[in-house]
């Protein structure tokens, strides 16, 4: 494992090597299913918390427009061959509602600056918003108006990577890298040009949702870094009552879900689709779960007013949220958007294999979804508190803690040797703070043992440690606020 992990960690820190202080550069490319919606509504609340540089329609295996010439299209993927054959269009939901909600999130605008003033403008967000590759799956052909914004934002003079979130099909991610090779492939620079490309693009997809990834951008563009989803998204999609740990469950629920988050919450919060919440999304006919009559016996189980339906692409965005884990260089550190392995074949893929399993408590098994499930209730508790943004005042909000080591994040010990650890903390809004310290064995190495009294952790390194070695230990605190939100400080301890 420790193998596999320092691999990730110096690929990534000589790849990446951020700005001290910038926030991460992202666009998201969305096909618009109803978990897009919910997901997009969840983007929007962290929008401070990175750079938002492209928000564009795209398509997918589950959604696209058709060319309008009733021309028949057969999927390239075998489920949805299977499922629809040859169809005109699928369920597309059209290109209009990104804007929809970025005239909702307009009417909160002024109350999240009061919380954070990093909420980017509703003008230049809607500046952003571009028509992608849509016609069909995985159609890479055209020229788009996403394609071109993403290939410039590509070839800009900003170093810095951008993540390239593909909610739905990469097809139009494909188009842009593809444009880039038809400009300069002949060119004598073209060695230069795609490395510095390659450096830059990091692609976050949820699942492969066209072809175009496996056709097009793995064998053209092999170095560009991909952290690929295909389970642990799962956790946080249509089938989480059958993945969420029972001790979850109940923040996804309708009682919480409506309290907390979707009514009484502004506009942007009451577009959020939920079950039985009567919402219909337009051009989608299989988007039912609004009608509280289909809520029982449905296909994911049965559901009450107001739970949870899905944000399947959270994840994405959530992994360049900075919450004190470190993981947004390092992918096989885990955080709130997963955890994901470097593959023992390609260096610059990052995958939610086996080996990004984590240990389950509830079930005493190992769990691909606990990695990402273990963050969860303190995500949702996050997202509570920034549906109160849009209302409330800085006062009458919660506002999250603040956790630092006195002694840094990178330490490095003997074996058999003790660390003491001195936690600082701070709370913006004056709450109390409840501390944990716990060992994240499964990002590491092993698991080293660990005491915490008051401010101060005791960190035991076991006797049997090697040179190389990694022990990763997470100071964790919980303010008393309401909804009680949760940062985390991660100190990495390297065997000399």
């Known amino acids: 494992m420790k193998k596999l992990i320092f691999g990730a960690l110096l690929l990534c820190v000589s790849f990446i090597g951020f700005s001290k202080g910038s926030m991460p550069r992202t666009i998201v490319t969305t096909d618009g299913e109803i978990d897009d919606v919910d997901t997009f509504i969840r983007m929007l609340m962290y929008s401070n918390e990175y750079h938002l540089e492209g928000l564009v329609y795209s398509s997918s295996m589950w959604h696209y427009k058709g060319d309008g ?25 059209g290109v209009q509602w990104i804007q929809d909600l970025l005239k909702a999130y307009a009417e909160v605008h002024p109350n999240l600056i009061l919380h954070d003033k990093n909420y980017p403008s509703p003008a230049y967000l809607n500046s952003l918003v571009k028509v992608g590759n849509i016609d069909f799956e995985g159609e890479m052909e055209q020229i788009t108006e996403g394609s071109e914004w993403i290939k410039a934002k590509l070839l800009d003079k900003n170093p810095e990577p951008i993540y390239l979130q593909a909610w739905g099909g990469t097809n139009t991610i494909a188009r842009a890298l ?8 002949a060119d004598k620079n073209w060695p230069t040009i795609k490395s510095k490309i390659s450096k830059k693009a990091i692609i976050y997809t949820v699942m492969d949702q066209d072809a175009t990834y496996k056709n097009y951008i793995g064998g053209h563009w092999p170095e560009i870094r991909v952290f690929y989803n295909a389970h642990q998204f799962a956790s946080f999609a249509y089938p989480w009552k059958r993945i969420m740990p029972k001790a979850t469950q109940p923040y996804f629920e309708g009682a919480y879900m409506a309290n907390r988050i979707i009514l009484d919450h502004g506009p942007l919060l009451k577009m959020y689709y939920s079950y039985g919440d009567g919402q219909k999304q337009a051009g989608d006919d299989e988007h039912i779960h609004g009608d509280i009559t289909k809520i029982k016996n449905a296909q994911w189980g049965d559901f009450t007013q107001y739970d949870f339906i899905s944000e399947g692409d959270s994840p994405a965005f959530l992994h360049l949220v900075d919450v004190g884990l470190n993981n947004l260089n390092n992918p096989s550190f885990g955080g709130w958007g997963g955890r994901f392995v470097q593959t023992k074949d390609n260096p610059y893929r990052f995958e939610d294999n086996d080996q990004a399993a984590d240990f389950n408590p509830e079930t005493g098994k190992m769990d691909i979804n606990y990695s990402q499930t273990r963050w969860l209730i303190a995500a949702q508790e996050d997202f509570a508190a920034r549906a109160d943004w849009c209302v409330k005042s800085y006062a009458d909000a919660n506002h999250a803690p603040q956790i630092t080591v006195k002694e840094g994040m990178h330490l490095t010990a003997n074996p058999g040797q003790e660390l003491l650890l001195t936690i600082e903390t701070r709370d913006p809004d004056r709450n109390g703070i409840r501390l944990k310290a716990w060992a994240y064995p499964e990002a590491g190495s092993g698991k080293a043992g660990i005491n915490i009294g008051g401010k101060q952790a005791i960190v035991s390194i076991p006797d049997s440690a090697k040179k190389g070695d990694t022990f990763h230990v997470v100071i964790e605190g919980t303010d008393n606020g309401i909804p009680a939100l949760t940062r985390y400080r991660r100190v990495v301890i390297s065997i000399r």
């Not at 993927?77 to 939901?93: F, I, N, Q, S, V």
């Not at 593809?178 to 492939?185: A, R, V």
């Open 69 to 93: 010439k009733g021309t028949q299209f057969t999927s390239e993927m075998e489920m949805t061959r299977k499922m629809y054959g040859a169809k005109t269009d699928l369920r597309w939901p």
């Open 178 to 185: 593809k444009s880039i090779e038809e400009q300069f492939g």
